[in-house]
């Protein structure tokens, strides 16, 4: 078989969210696949940069082109 295109393989290096005014915690969560059982969300390690007002997520741990959400927590 022909190897998987890049984006299959490729895992997400970081979500930038812009406009933060404070550090917040990042649960991520994947979309389970089509009759699978719903996948726990997992905690992701966060950056703060106040002086940019950035929070980046790193290796939230999806694949690209995977469905799945950030959700920011204080």
């Not at 915690?25 to 009759?35: D, E, H, N, W």
């Not at 703060?48 to 959700?71: C, I, M, Q």
Request: aromatic share 4%.
């Amino acid at each position: 078989a022909p190897p998987a295109p890049p984006a299959v393989t490729s895992l997400v290096e970081r979500v930038v969210f812009l406009a933060q005014a404070a550090p917040r915690r990042a649960l991520v969560r994947r979309s389970p696949a089509a009759g699978g059982a719903p996948v726990a969300p997992v905690e992701a390690q966060v950056r703060f940069d106040a002086a940019a007002g950035t929070l980046t997520v790193h290796k939230p741990g999806v694949r690209v082109g995977e469905p799945f959400s950030v959700e920011l927590i204080e």
